[in-house]
């Protein structure tokens, strides 16, 4: 199957380096300490963070830093196909488990200890690139909860197919089998959090595609902070300064 | 457990003691009968009997018709060490069917739905301050599905949870109702409710008159929802009526 | 978990009491109701319903399938409820189960209607493409999003909508199959056929707080009552379904004036509920 067309336009239009719509929206859940709904394209998700509160199961309790905790759940109707088991497949156990290492990385856990910081996760649409959308959203809830973080984390997806690196694939060119890169990063101190890559890939050509999806999570970066701004300054304004 | 002297009999063939409750109203202008000839305001002849079970601290068998259901009450014991503390009482339900229950092999396995509607029913009815910290299981088994399942397990187990000796305020009998086209028969069997249009179930405490549980399904009128819901209250008083004397029957046996 | 103390349960309790509560409401008033159709582009129809700080999403699938053997010539649908830990941090794992089940159940005693499928907001037998063989099952999911009371009613808000959004591909049977064989089908992409959703009931709970009840309850007050009733109830002011949740026993007379109560309120509701779908439905199309 072609996925770069000989114009150079991939099946959705995009060019290969170009991003789909990004779109973030702070707060979207009034009960928890902090929310935000994060799309790319036609990748929804909404992420609730709940803490830091006393560790409901004091067996899990760490003496010196705080515990991180996170789930992940799709809805029955985000995928083409309903779904019929929402959570606790072992996709969705490892999806957890890379967003608590990522978060759990940057969250400055030592200053809050004896204490439990929950993120939850929920797909309402997944059009590929899931993982990095979820990682996005978590890190603007965060960031709404008012957890101190060394740096906001953000992700990006990128891939190679048809000999041409590919940013942010969507849910076509994600089952096409080829390479795929989800890439996270703290950009402000230019550090990898997360990386994981599945398929073979020559190391000239990985450091390619890796340094685009680096592009991709500092754009995410910008706009990630562009919308923080915003929100502060509707506090701001809300509280008449 | 000790097995209660008198009240539990080995066998529970229900034949020879079956008690027949009289017609709620006297059969009117019927333009056709049902499968099992009854008027249309006739529930079936109820049948219940405490102490089914020996193992459980109570326990209860009811049988209306074709419709077969034993309850046994455990407890109250310790509550499950993950449970938070709780000064009222816990009650656990758990209703499941046999697998050879219904007309078609069925799984055999738990109702949650059933489960749900019985702890909403029983709960407010039992004194739960009355037993902090622990908790009160109650296990129904359908062993044959005839129709009006659930009001049947209602009422069998909170017969169960007074044999058992747990604190209530009043029992608690429950009755369906099925409307099929303008006709509401009263205690529907299973061809019946196959093809209703609509059901009330009423879980009521008679001595107290108040409605512990009301299920509708189907398109009602108030007009019809009053009237059914009027027939419930009925026949729910008369059946708490034979609950009672199953209940003094099984004492006055215990005294002897 | 709501969490309060003897002082807050007294406040709740006396405002209600002297017909106002605590955000300024009277017993009978709901709070603001907010509806946006088609958020979900991969399902037939979908809706987001947010009343207060209470957002449900609701979506329509419809797959082909047999119909069962027992009802030939009816379609099926059915009713799920997913409770999401983004609402309520209790819901994580298999938290939510339990809710999800109790919901799911009354949604679908609430909208489905008897078991011949009279007064059903879905006429079963509209979804039939050729009898016996071929028909469209529909899945209605909910997922609740943030909870702050009242459920029930914002969910099926939510369906209504989403059923009102729902667009079905109208389907040719191509070659009419003998016997036991499943006939072709042909799935049209342009035509849709709409659903008539005015029939679909809207659910008012009255929740009953010492010795009054009001409509559209919070969290708060929820943790407060003795016992709800939802009413599932259709244009004509009949009652389509009714669950009772809590404990408490209630007199018999009082959920007759419940019912009225219901009736003047659900009238309400769906003039409220209709506008605020045709007004979503007007703007998804001008975008």
């Known amino acids: 199957m072609e996925y770069v067309s000989p114009e150079g336009l991939r099946l959705d239009g995009r060019r290969p380096m170009e991003m789909r719509q990004l779109r973030a929206q702070i707060g979207a859940v009034a009960k928890a300490d902090g929310s935000a709904v994060f799309e790319m394209g036609n990748t929804k998700v909404i992420a609730a963070v709940y803490g830091p509160r006393e560790v409901q199961n004091r067996s899990q309790q760490i003496g010196d830093q705080a515990l991180v905790r996170c789930e992940y759940s799709m809805a029955n109707f985000s995928t083409g196909d309903r779904k019929r088991k929402p959570k606790g497949d072992r996709r969705s156990t490892e999806i957890s488990l890379v967003i608590r290492q990522t978060m759990e990385a940057c969250i400055l856990t030592h200053l809050m200890p004896r204490s439990q910081i929950d993120i939850y996760v929920q797909v309402l649409q997944a059009d590929g690139g899931t993982r990095s959308a979820c990682i996005n959203a978590a890190t603007l809830a965060l960031a709404d909860a008012g957890i101190p973080m060394h740096d906001l984390v953000t992700s990006c997806s990128a891939g190679y197919l048809n000999s041409t690196p590919l940013l942010d694939l969507n849910y076509v ?24 890559m599945d398929a073979k890939l020559p190391v000239d050509i990985f450091e390619n595609v890796m340094q685009l999806a680096i592009e991709g999570c500092k754009a995410i970066a910008t706009y990630i902070g562009e919308v923080l701004l915003e929100n502060t300054k509707q506090l701001e304004y809300r509280k008449g300064l | 457990m000790a097995s209660k002297p008198g009240s539990a009999p080995t066998t529970y063939t229900p034949t020879p003691t079956r008690k027949s409750r009289p017609p709620i109203f006297k059969d009117s202008d019927v333009d056709w009968v049902r499968p099992d000839g009854r008027g249309f305001h006739q529930c079936r002849p109820a049948f219940f009997r405490t102490g089914a079970v020996n193992a459980a601290a109570g326990s209860a068998y009811a049988e209306f018709g074709n419709t077969k259901v034993i309850v046994s009450v455990f407890g109250p014991r310790e509550s499950k060490k993950a449970m938070m503390y709780s000064d009222v009482g816990r009650l656990n339900c758990n209703v499941s069917y046999t697998t050879f229950a219904t007309p078609v092999r069925g799984q055999g396995s738990d109702h949650k739905e059933f489960s749900s509607m019985l702890h909403k ?95 509708v399904t189907g398109e009602w009128s108030s007009a019809k929802m009053n009237e059914a819901m009027q027939l419930c209250l009925d026949a729910c008083s008369k059946l708490a009526t034979i609950m009672r004397s199953c209940l003094k029957e099984a004492a006055s046996a215990t005294q002897d | 978990m709501v969490g309060l103390s003897v002082g807050e349960k007294y406040f709740i309790q006396g405002g209600i009491n002297q017909n106002l509560r605590s955000d300024g409401r009277k017993r009978d008033t709901y709070r603001p109701i907010f509806v946006e159709t088609g958020v979900i ?9 947010r ?139 342009e035509e849709f056929l709409q659903f008539d959703t005015s029939e679909v009931p809207v659910i008012v709970t009255l929740t009953k707080v010492g010795r009054h009840y009001i409509v559209d309850a919070t969290s708060e007050e929820e943790s407060q009552m003795s016992s709800a009733i939802s009413f599932s109830i259709n244009r004509k002011g009949h009652i389509c379904g009714l669950t009772k949740r809590g404990g408490s026993g209630i007199d018999p007379s009082v959920i007759s004036d419940m019912i009225s109560v219901a009736q003047h309120i659900s009238e309400q509701l769906i003039t409220k509920l209709e506008s605020e779908i045709s007004a979503a439905e007007a703007g998804e199309d001008e975008l």
């Open chain 2, 121 to 215: 029913a029983l709960e407010g009815a039992i004194m739960l301050e009355t037993f902090p910290k622990t908790t009160v299981d109650v296990f129904a088994l359908v062993l044959e599905s005839g129709g009006s399942d659930i009001p049947v397990v209602i009422s069998c187990a909170s017969l169960a949870l007074a044999d058992a000796g747990i604190m209530m305020y009043d029992l608690v009998a429950g009755v369906s109702v099925s409307c099929l086209g303008t006709n509401l028969v009263i205690d529907p069997i299973l061809e019946e409710e196959s093809c209703q249009d609509g059901n009330l179930m009423m879980t009521c405490m008679p001595s107290r008159y108040e409605v512990t549980q009301l299920t």
């Open chain 3, 41 to 49: 582009p991969q399902a037939n129809g979908s809706a987001r319903v």
């Open chain 3, 51 to 189: 009343i207060g700080t209470t957002e449900v999403i609701a979506s329509v699938k419809a797959e082909l399938g047999r119909p069962s053997a027992l009802h030939p010539d009816k379609g099926k649908v059915a009713i799920f409820v997913d409770c999401s830990p983004v609402a309520e941090p209790t819901f994580e794992g298999r938290g939510g189960e339990d809710l999800s089940t109790e919901l799911s159940v009354a949604l679908q005693h609430c909208l489905l209607g008897g078991k011949s499928g009279a007064g059903a907001g879905i006429d079963p037998s509209s979804l039939v493409v050729a009898e016996g063989k071929v028909c469209w099952d529909l899945y209605i999911d909910g997922l609740i999003v943030s909870s702050d009371g009242n459920l029930l009613d914002a969910l099926g808000a939510a369906i209504k909508a989403a059923l009102s959004n729902t667009g079905i591909p109208r389907v040719h049977v191509t070659a009419a199959a003998s016997g036991d064989e499943q006939p072709e089908v042909d799935i049209s992409d």
């Open chain 1, 173 to 196: 060119e994600d089952s096409a089998g080829g390479p795929d890169i989800t890439v996270g990063i703290l950009p402000k101190l230019d550090k990898v959090t997360l990386l994981q």
